[in-house]
């Protein structure tokens, strides 16, 4: 108990009991003196809110930004994310009091959420889920921290996602197409995900270092699941690669330096869409269609698992209906019989014995 410091965080944290709980954050300083003073403060105002039964109030925002700052930054490498799902929770919710935040707000934010509309599309239930999912994360560390006497996301039905995985993926003639309206940049990134499979923020986050001509591979060290993943060099990456200057220390590094999706890329990403005619596909569907081709030119579902980084086959098997010759393959294991002659009828053997006679 007290402040101690925490692998990959520059401030002091500290920890105490509180309720039967622990309650830990950052202190948000570096020296060790001020984060002293800040753990005895935070400590000190748990044992005053135990005394007297009551949670200090505390606005929605300020539970967001608490952990934004104490968890969600120091922790996750997707706290980007996350940074622009609260500004999107915030949007709705305002200025409350994390206490005023029910069962029955809650249900009509998700009401609000299915009605909205995105870049021309319906906000779908595993959207608005993920949304979900964080504020009860929020909420958890709001009771885990003693600011917050319960979660009331955990009483909240979320979206049914069963059989919804989407598959959408490009044709040959729809690839030809966007390819042919991409402009230089835009088309590099694409063929990069068409050839690799990559996500977005891998394709975004992948710097010189992770490339290794002579080994013909890229490794990938900032994944979603946080593993280390390999991936071969098509010749078509290899070629774009290559034809890119070493302007910084990511691949593609945008305007301001740094790896860049939003703003100009983002705009040429929706106008080539729209010029190549095609309906309902996002730039992940470039990873969808990577692996399609894969499957629908043979490759087994293992070995798509591995490339695509899945930690089990298990995601990977929405793309077997594709692949209908390993079906066909197995039925001819079986051993091959000869039907045996039907034996005649009693009767039948009977009239023919007394016409021969």
Not at 103 to 129: C, D, F, L, M, P
């Amino acid at each position: 108990m007290g402040v101690y410091r925490k692998t990959g965080s520059p401030c002091w944290w500290y920890s105490f009991t509180h309720k039967g709980r622990r309650v830990f954050a950052s202190t948000g300083a570096t020296d060790h003196k001020v984060a002293k003073l800040v753990y005895l403060r935070e400590r000190n105002m748990a044992i005053e809110r135990r005394a007297t039964g009551e949670l200090a109030p505390i606005k929605l925002c300020g539970l967001f930004a608490k952990f934004i700052d104490d968890y969600s930054r120091p922790n996750k490498r997707s706290y980007r994310e996350d940074i622009y799902i609260v500004k999107t929770l915030t949007a709705f919710f305002g200025d409350r009091m994390a206490a005023d935040v029910t069962i029955h707000s809650i249900e009509q934010y998700k009401a609000h959420r299915k009605q909205a509309v995105t870049a021309g599309r319906q906000i779908s239930g595993a959207r608005i889920n993920r949304e979900l999912s964080l504020l009860k994360t929020v909420f958890n560390k709001g009771v885990e921290w003693g600011l917050v006497e319960f979660n009331p996301v955990q009483r909240v039905k979320f979206f049914c996602e069963k059989g919804r995985a989407r598959t959408r993926y490009l044709t040959a003639e729809e690839k030809h197409r966007l390819l042919a309206v991409c402009p230089p940049a835009l088309r590099r990134i694409v063929i990069m995900a068409l050839k690799t499979g990559m996500r977005q923020g891998e394709i975004f986050g992948l710097r010189w270092a992770d490339v290794d001509f002579s080994a013909g591979q890229l490794g990938l060290k900032r994944t979603k699941s946080g593993m280390i993943r390999f991936v071969p060099m098509h010749s078509d990456v290899r070629a774009v690669l290559a034809s890119l200057p070493r302007s910084g220390e990511h691949v593609f590094e945008g305007d301001r330096g740094g790896p860049t999706w939003h703003g100009a890329r983002r705009g040429e990403w929706d106008k080539a869409v729209d010029a190549a005619g095609l309906r309902d596909f996002r730039f992940h569907d470039l990873r969808h269609t990577f692996a399609s081709e894969l499957v629908m030119r043979g490759a087994d579902l293992k070995t798509v698992s591995e490339l695509l980084g899945h930690s089990t086959t298990r995601i990977t098997e929405r793309y077997a209906h594709l692949s209908p010759a390993h079906k066909a393959v197995a039925i001819t294991l079986l051993a091959s019989e000869a039907p045996a002659p039907l034996a005649a009828p009693k009767v039948l053997r009977d009239i023919e014995i007394r016409a021969s006679a």
